[in-house]
Every structure is written in C-alpha cells, then in structure tokens.
C-alpha cells in the first residue's frame, strides 16, 4: 500500500496547529483510515531517528574529578601542602591534601545535574503507544513513532509524541508538565490561531502529557529532540549554570589571596638577604615559614561543614539542598521566581464561592480536605439554616465521577480535579456520599463532552420518580433553567441580568465557573437522552466559583519575603486573570501587574530587563519565557531563586542561581536541575530556606573574620622578625598547628551559631559585595595586630627574663590560641556586645570547643612526644597568667571597637556593617 501523493513538509506555512486536520494529515502524506505503510514507515525512521531524546555528550568520570583541582584556592593549599611536605611535616602536608581531596570527593558527586535532569525528561516519555499502521491498529514501542503516525489516546495513557488531533470525544490532559495550567485542558480538533501560546493550542498533544479523561486520535507531527519536551532538552542542555555569589566571591578572594602572599612572602626575602645579609637558605624557609603561616588551611574545610551544617538544618524545615554552595546562595537572594501551580497554590482545586438567587456565599477551607463551611457576610452559615446548601451538594457529589478517600491522613482524588473540588463541598454541606448514593442510585449518564458542554446524570428515588442532575458551563445550564431557588428552598423568578453580574464579577477574581441545576419527574424514565435534557425547565440551584487557592503559609512567606527586601514574582503558564487573582490574594503588591507570555515575545533583551522589575505576575509563560526572564533579572545583577515542578521549568531552574524544585509533586526533571528540593512543596519553606541561608552566610563571615587573623598574626610574626631580625618567635610546624586546631576546634563552632534576632529584618546583601568586607578587613587586621603583639610581646617578655628558646616560641603559641579563645566569644555576633550570659554561654559548642583545644594545647605544651615534635616546652604558672591577661585584654578591646562599630551603624536601615 502507497500513500496518497501531497505537499512536501517544507511546503506547510502555518504551524501544526494552525491547520485544520485534513490540511495537516495532506502535508504529512497519510490516509487518516488507513496509517502509514511499513515500508514508509522505515523511510521515515531512517530520515527522522527513533522517537527519543538524544543523550547528550558526557565528561568522562576522570576528567570531572581532575577538574574539582581547577580552583585558585585549591592551588594554594596544594602548594601548601608540598611546601609542608618539603620541610619534612608529613603529617601536617597530609592534612592538608585531604582537605583537598575531600571537597573534589564533595564536588564530583554535585557534579553531573544535568546530565541527570535529561535523563528524567527522556523517562517522561511514554514506552507504548496505539497505532493505525496498514489499516490496522496495533501496539507498538513509543520509541518507533514517526511523524505521520496515527496514534489512538484514552484515559491514563501519557501521549507519546507531538499529536495533531483530528478526532476528540470528551478529551482532557493534563498539561502541567508542560505550561504550569492547574486545570487538564479540554481539547478540540478545530485550528487555533497561529501565534497560541502553547497552554492555548488545543488542537495539540504533547509528549509527556497526561490524558485524563476521553478518547482522541491525532497524527505525530514532531517525534523525539523535535518535540516541544525535546526542545526544552535541548535548552537545558544549552543552559550554563549559575556559579553562587559564595564561589565568585572566593575565587577573587582566593586570587588576592595568593598575590599577597606570594608578594609578602618575596618582600621578606628580599629584605633579609639584601637589608640584614641573612643566607638565602635561612631566609628562604623563613620565607616559606611567613607564606604557611598566610595562607588560610582549615578555611575550605570550615566554609564545608558550615555550610553542611545549614543543609542539615534546612532539611529540618522540609527543605533539601543537592548542592552545598546554594546553602549560602539563598541567604543573598533578592528575586524569588515561583511558580503559581503547587507551590504558591495547593494544586488542589477549591470551591471558594456559591453564588445563589440570594446572593454570594464564601466557602471556607482550602484543598480536598473537607474542612471549612459556609459563610454570608463574614457570618458562619450552616446546611441546617440553608436547605438550599443540602440540594447543591447533592447534585455535586451524584452528577460527578470523582472519588475522594482518605489514606494514612491525607485524602486523596481520583478522577478530574473540578470534579474532586465538588465532592468535597458536598462534604461541607455535610452529604454522606454513601447514603446519598443509596437514596438516589445512578441509572443512567450524559457525559461531558465539549460540543453540549455540560454533564447530566439520571436518577430514580424509592418512590420511583425521576431526579434529573445537570452540571456544566453557566451560559449553557442558564439557558436550560426556568427557575431558581433561594437559601431556604423557595423557589425564586429567574433574574439572569443579577446572576450574569455576579459570574463577571467571579471570573474577573480568576475563578473558573460551574452551574449546578435539576429537574423532578413525576414517575420513571427508563433513560437519560440529549432531548430529555434539551426540554429544559431545570431548576438553577448554583453558580461554583472554583479556584486553585493560595496557600496560608504562602501569604505569610510571601509577606515576610517583602519584609526581608525580598521581591516576589509569579510567572504561570496559566491565564493572566487567574494569576492575577492569585497574585492580589498573595499580596504580591498594592497594584499587581500582569505580563502575557505574548508581551514577552515582542519585547527586547533592554526592555525586558525594565519590564521584568516592575510587574509582579507573568502569566501564559513558556520554558523559554521562564528562561529569559531569570537571565533579565539576572542582568540588573539580582540573585534569582526560581521555584518550579514542570518540566517547562527545568531550564530556568538551572539557570537561576538557586533552583527549587517540588518534591512531592515535581518531576524527576525539575528536581534534578534544581539545587534544592522542597519536601513539602510549600513556598513558606523557600523563605525559611533564606532565612537558614543568610544565618549560614552570617556564620561564614564570622568563620573567615576569626581565622584570618590567626594567620595575620602569625605572619606578622614573622615579618616581623625579619624586619627587626629577631629570632624567629614560631616555627613554621607551631604555625600549621596553631591553624589546624584553630580551624578544627574554635572556628568549627561558629558554625552552630542561631540566627540575629534581625536576620530577616536586613535587606538582601549586594551580590557584588565581596566577602571581605571594608569593615571585615579592618576587623581581621586590627584583631590580627593584637596577637602579633601579644605573640611577639610574650616570645620577648620570656627571652627577657632568662626563658629558653623553646619556652619563649612555647608561651609564644599559647598567647596566639588563647587570645583567640577570647575572641571567639567576640565573634559569636560581629557587633552585638557579648558581655553577657547569653554571650558566654548561649552556644554549648564553644564551649566544647574551648575545652578541647585547652586540652591540646596542654599536650602541645606538656606531652613529651608532643614537645619533640613541635619544639616546645612547659610554661610555668606565671607565664599562663600573663597569657591569660593578653586573652581578657582582646576580648575587652574588640567589644570596645564593636561598641564603637555600633555607634556608626546606629542609623543604617539594614544594620549591617
């Protein structure tokens, strides 16, 4: 069998889903009765591939970890390490290493997201697929389908590629996946205009969407990479992730880093072999000894378990981070992008108004629980007081398909969600499904379908009359009413220019809308046909504002993101009305604008940008939308989390700087290109997650601001030294112990600290802001000058008084870890006074932490291996209390700075120094 001759595919100058069927079936070359060939079906295989989605090309496994090494700061401590190494500190350069090694262990498995967010995409599609091939319908492999397929859709089948529809009975599918819409999309074989946005095109179906109720069939226009799901693969795949503002702020900290140590570290050499005519051996490992003494080795390990220590945390508040760096990330959020559908929203269609002939009433609750009632005028309204409420949830619960059951505490829908929000306000209305269906078995059912636009079903009661229960569109169930009733029951004239008001009124909240009516019947009717339906004289019972409502806890988050100086932008792929609606719920903001994906595509890069900052909602919003809008905000240099479940959110996830994917409802795609994953599905969780951000940020300033100056410290020292060529007051194995026990033990307990009490009272920090901080910077140098001259003042204090070498280096150690043991108690907050309860005790980790490096330092001073290894030698009772003063002294003189710090920073809005 051939196929009929016709236009070339490259002919077509409308896309799919702007040609009529028969238009499309001639392009494609196929007898809509009759399918494909088997030998086209070859030809077309071998011209188009296989219906799945390439696999993108791979960095092999040695290559990633060798790259975890291309890092300026890692190149520093490797050069650490082998000078340590050189000097004969074996245990000290194997420290050092595995540091090394374990932030390449930590970043190689981080590595491979994307790779791992195509694959989920490529499981989205569907494994079989029903097919007319010769003129016989068959099951095939999904994998085998070539454009010109006839394919045939019913009720749970995923469509397995881009489909033409040509025949439609009752077809909905859901499109979540694809567009953001909460609602399954009613779909018609009728052309759509050629510039349909994609929620739009209902001529269409999709790869990777869900059929949720009906029957279709419709011919494969697009297979595999050339799908709409095939090119958001592509467009992930194209993507560059976003480095956290944490790693560019340690890359050029890490560069300044090495150039002021490498450049001290040749200015001490020069100066001692050219000025005091040192040998340039000595002066060399006096120069080595400076640059160890510099350079920050606990501080990658320390910036890794803080930030280890805020995934643990976050994952107490439902949020889990796949990626370490966005811990910080999210402290320095300015934009949260979200999605409107599941996260904002419950996903979970609501009745949230009954409009009757006595007016509106408010229905209470949210989601598919059946908890909440009736309110009129803000006043509680019981069935009991409204007969009229028992007959709505009659007709809701009998002319319905959905069913509603609670499982392990949680009630679960099956069937369509509008559906599934009926049944639950016959709940309210206090209907017992099973004795109402015992009361009034079905007999009979018109079922919806598009062309009639309404649902009706047949009943029979044990007096044997007839109960006729209709739903579906109101300007179609309007037309077949006579009659209304009001709340008591009592019939009412029909007055349909008060009802046409009240639905504008609810459909320009963004509701969708639903008539509820019957009819009585004296005696028995054996069925339920169109003219039974069609003879009218129903009795209008409802109008039923449905809505996908805000949550609770998102309004609240949402409020506290505003308070935090944190704006909040909604961008859906559902209607512009309905996000709107959302929006002003959510208080997004006093005027809350909407932007149309069909805006966004006549405006420029520039535009956009300007556009982007002054509208709240973005709705009709395609992957690529999604995609350009992250990149605008991104280009006025915000720091953009992007919240999203779809796999049309999966590129701009990537993109954004903090991905957050659902957990419970999102796709395996969104979740693997997103950082982090919310177990709950909840937006309050997002704005904990920034709050547990900015405290991990906070705690890492802290962290950077208590070692820095150990190492400032100790390498004045010994710049110091040579300037004034002394003997060198610490060697440079005390100097690598000195900084490993810092690190390990008081630094790491800064890490424990509990957010300032105003952490979500400041305004989000300037992403450019570098980590060092002008204030930081004079904080680590002035806390660094103490212990050089506490360090230095104690070495000559005990040369002075007939101390040997080894004792005068020993007291000179413990003076440099014990004034850090005061300062630490300054840094538990980096101007608040900490001369307090609270500031000595309020963190039983720094007080373990204390205790254990008292305990070391006890053996570093005493232990004879200990003495051997590192040069030192007992202090005697004098000596400790002279260190002990040097350690009161730091603390006193650092809360001096802090208050005056305070005094200048009393008026700044954001409090930060």
Request: net charge negative; with cysteine.
């Amino acid at each position: 069998m051939t196929n009929p001759p016709s236009r070339a595919p490259a002919d077509i100058r409308l896309p799919h889903h702007a040609l009529s069927a028969n238009d499309c079936l001639a392009d494609l070359d196929v007898r809509r009765h009759e399918g494909l060939s088997a030998d086209e079906v070859a030809a077309r295989l071998a011209r188009h591939g296989p219906n799945t989605l390439p696999a993108p090309p791979r960095t092999g496994p040695l290559k990633r970890f060798l790259l975890q090494f291309h890092n300026v700061l890692i190149y520093v401590l490797l050069a650490a390490g082998v000078i340590t190494l050189v000097l004969g500190h074996h245990v000290d350069s194997g420290v050092i290493f595995g540091v090394v090694v374990i932030n390449a262990i930590i970043g190689f498995l981080q590595e491979g997201k994307a790779e791992r967010a195509l694959d989920a995409i490529r499981d989205m599609l569907s494994p079989r697929a029903q097919v007319l091939r010769d003129g016989r319908r068959q099951e095939i492999e999904a994998s085998g389908l070539v454009p010109g397929d006839i394919v045939f859709l019913a009720s749970g089948d995923k469509v397995p590629a881009d489909l033409r529809l040509f025949e439609v009975r009752s077809l909905r599918i859901e499109e979540a996946v694809l567009t953001g819409e909460s609602l399954a999309v009613e779909k018609s074989p009728d052309a759509v205009a050629d510039d349909a946005s994609l929620g739009d095109r209902r001529s269409m179906a999709y790869s990777g969407t869900l059929v949720t109720y009906g029957q279709g069939s419709g011919v494969v226009v697009a297979s595999g990479a050339e799908t709409e799901i095939g090119r958001i693969s592509a467009m992930l795949t194209a993507v560059e992730s976003m480095t956290t503002p944490l790693l560019r702020q340690m890359a050029g900290f890490s560069a300044l880093l090495t150039w002021v140590i490498l450049a001290v570290a040749v200015v001490a050499f020069a100066f001692g072999t050219l000025v005091r005519g040192y040998a340039p051996d000595d002066m060399f490992l006096a120069a080595v000894g400076l640059a160890v003494a510099a350079i920050p080795e606990g501080l990658p390990a320390i910036m890794t378990i803080t930030l280890a220590i805020g995934v643990q945390r976050m994952a107490r508040r439902r949020a889990i981070i796949r990626r370490l760096p966005a811990v910080e990330a999210l402290g320095s959020v300015t934009v949260i992008c979200s999605d409107k559908t599941g996260t904002l929203t419950r996903n979970e269609m609501t009745v949230q108004r009954v409009i009757t002939a006595d007016g509106r009433l408010d229905v209470t609750g949210a989601g598919y629980a059946p908890r909440g009632g009736f309110e009129r005028d803000g006043h509680d309204l019981s069935p009991d007081q409204a007969p009229l409420l028992t007959e709505i949830g009659r007709v809701a619960l009998l002319c319905n398909d959905a069913e509603l059951t609670l499982e392990h505490e949680e009630w679960r829908m099956v069937g369509d969600p509008t559906e599934g929000a009926l049944v639950t306000l016959a709940l309210k209305a206090g209907i017992d499904p099973r004795r109402q269906r015992e009361e009034l078995p079905r007999d009979d059912v018109i079922p919806f379908e598009s062309e009639h636009r309404f649902m009706a079903t047949l009943h029979h009661d044990h007096e044997g009359d007839a109960h006729i229960l209709l739903k579906g569109a109101p300007e179609r169930v309007l037309e077949l009413c006579s009659t209304c009733l009001s709340l008591d029951g009592v019939p009412q004239p029909f007055d349909a220019e008060a009802w046409q008001r009240a639905m504008d009124e609810a459909a320009g909240e963004g509701m969708r809308l639903l008539a509820v009516a019957e009819r009585h019947e004296s005696g028995r009717n054996e069925s339920l046909d169109f003219d039974d339906v069609e003879r009218g004289n129903f009795v209008l019972l409802a109008v039923l504002g449905i809505t996908d409502p805000p949550r609770d806890e998102a309004v609240k988050a949402v409020a506290n993101c505003l308070a935090a100086g944190i704006h909040v932008k909604m961008i859906t792929g559902d209607h512009a009305a309905t996000a709107k609606a959302i929006g002003q719920q959510l208080g997004l903001a006093r005027e809350v604008r909407a932007v149309t994906g069909a805006e966004i595509e006549q405006l420029d890069d520039e535009a956009l940008e300007k556009v982007v900052i002054e509208t709240e909602i973005f709705a009709r919003a395609s992957p690529e939308h999604k995609l350009r809008l992250v990149q605008a905000l991104q280009a006025r240099g915000e720091v953009v989390a992007m919240t999203g479940d779809g796999v049309n959110d999966a590129p701009a996830l990537k993109r954004a700087d903090v991905g957050v994917a659902m957990g419970h409802k999102g796709t395996e795609a969104a979740k693997e290109a997103a950082e982090m994953v919310l177990a709950d599905d909840n937006f309050a969780s997002v704005a904990a997650a920034v709050e547990e951000g900015r405290t991990v940020y906070d705690n890492l300033k802290k962290a950077v601001a208590y070692i820095l100056p150990t190492n400032i410290g100790q390498a004045g020292i010994v710049f110091f030294a040579v300037l004034l060529g002394l003997t060198m007051p610490i060697t440079p194995a005390q100097i690598l112990w000195v900084n490993m026990i810092t690190a390990v033990t008081l630094a790491l307990a800064l890490a424990f600290e509990d957010a300032e009490p105003d952490i979500m009272q400041r305004r989000p920090r300037d992403p450019r802001e570098p980590l060092l901080t002008g204030f930081l910077v004079w904080r680590i140098i002035f806390v660094g000058l103490l212990l050089v001259a506490g360090g230095m003042g104690m070495f000559l204090w005990e040369l002075d008084q007939g101390a040997s070498i080894e004792a005068a280096r020993t007291a000179a150690v413990n003076a440099v870890l014990i004034g850090e043991v005061f300062y630490l108690f300054n840094m538990r907050s980096l101007t608040g006074p900490v001369l307090n309860p609270d500031g000595f005790l309020g963190n039983r980790y720094v007080l373990w932490a204390i205790g254990l490096l008292l305990v070391c330092q006890a053996l570093f001073t005493y232990l004879p291996a200990m003495q051997a290894l590192f040069g030192t030698e007992g202090l005697p009772l004098a000596a400790w209390l002279r260190i002990l003063g040097f350690g009161v002294a730091v603390l006193l003189l650092v809360e001096a700075e802090k208050w005056l710090v305070r005094r200048r920073i009393r008026r700044r809005p954001n409090g930060d120094a």
